[in-house]
């Protein structure tokens, strides 16, 4: 998990500072291969080359540190029970996470999935925690959301991208009965755009719901172990990548997958909710 997220990070900021591979691979006296390897998750870094590559890089002051934390925790080699992400800014991590997956399956109970948010919806979503954020940070979160859906949709490396939700979450209110119109037209124009997409409800009357009350991600990758983690309302996420844990995780989502509704029925159930809310 923390090569994986060591490995995007450095890659993220190789491409921001305009970079190639053969250029930052010469500098630490590597083969682009080999750093190839490293920006997938598949090696570590020395601190000493860390260190280079962040000076190429022209990466200063709290990022630094994080990218050095990163490159000291990929280097343990003893296993441990899901990762919790403590480092600074860990949203653009998860960011990176969404766009490299190969599959993706995001459930919640009560709420819309991040990943195919409207604006209106986030923007009212954010904004009824009153006085609990800074207006600055909520505007920042507002913005990752948006730069989230339109970067993993965009990037081309999804294959497979299943959302799921219960019907809590169309008929809970967030803002007022327009945000939730224009979600709900959100969610119908993604998935008619976003072939790999697929957007199903699990009904009230679906029984033996074994995550009601949760949330959780799941993500599957060409070249690395998969990654789930669930859904928190505060603090820092914690990832899962022991097999232990993901199978289970992941057999849960199949779970929830399978008593939801399929991908017609769930549309009609949307353009219903339009008709009744008109």
């Given amino acids: 998990m923390e090569r994986l997220q060591l490995g995007l990070t450095l890659q993220r900021l190789r491409l921001a500072a305009g970079k190639s591979q053969h250029e930052a691979a010469d500098l630490i006296g590597r083969s682009a291969g080999r750093l190839s390897q490293v920006e997938n998750g598949k090696g570590a870094l020395g601190v000493d080359e860390l260190t280079r590559l962040l000076d190429f890089y022209d990466v200063t002051g709290e990022e630094r540190s994080t990218v050095l934390a990163l490159g000291k925790a990929s280097r343990r080699r003893q296993p441990r029970l899901g990762y919790t992400d403590n480092l600074p800014d ?53 913005a990752f959301r948006l730069d989230l859906q339109r970067r993993v949709l965009e990037s081309g490396n999804a294959e497979e991208i299943e959302i799921v939700f219960t019907e809590e979450s169309l008929l809970r209110v967030v803002g007022d009965a327009s945000v939730m119109r224009e979600q709900v037209l959100h969610l119908l124009q993604l998935a008619e755009q976003n072939d ?58 199949a779970r929830v997958r399978e008593i939801a509704l399929g991908r017609s029925a769930s549309r009609a159930a949307m353009i219903n909710f339009l008709a009744r809310s008109s």
Wanted: contains cysteine.
């Fill in 90 to 142: 860990s949203y653009p991590r998860f960011m990176d996470l969404l766009a490299a997956a190969q599959r993706i399956g995001w459930y919640e109970c009560g709420i819309m999935p991040g990943l195919v948010q409207c604006h209106a919806y986030i923007n009212a979503l954010m904004r009824a925690g009153g006085s609990i954020r800074p207006e600055a940070e909520t505007n920042e979160r507002i």
């Fill in 196 to 253: 790999h997409l697929s957007i199903r409800i699990v009904p009230l009357t679906a029984g033996d719901n074994p995550a009601l009350g949760g949330g959780m991600v799941t993500l599957g990758f060409k070249n690395a172990n998969p990654i789930t983690f669930a859904s928190a309302l505060y603090g820092p996420a914690t990832y899962y990548d022991q097999p232990a844990d993901t199978k289970t995780m992941i057999q849960l989502f």
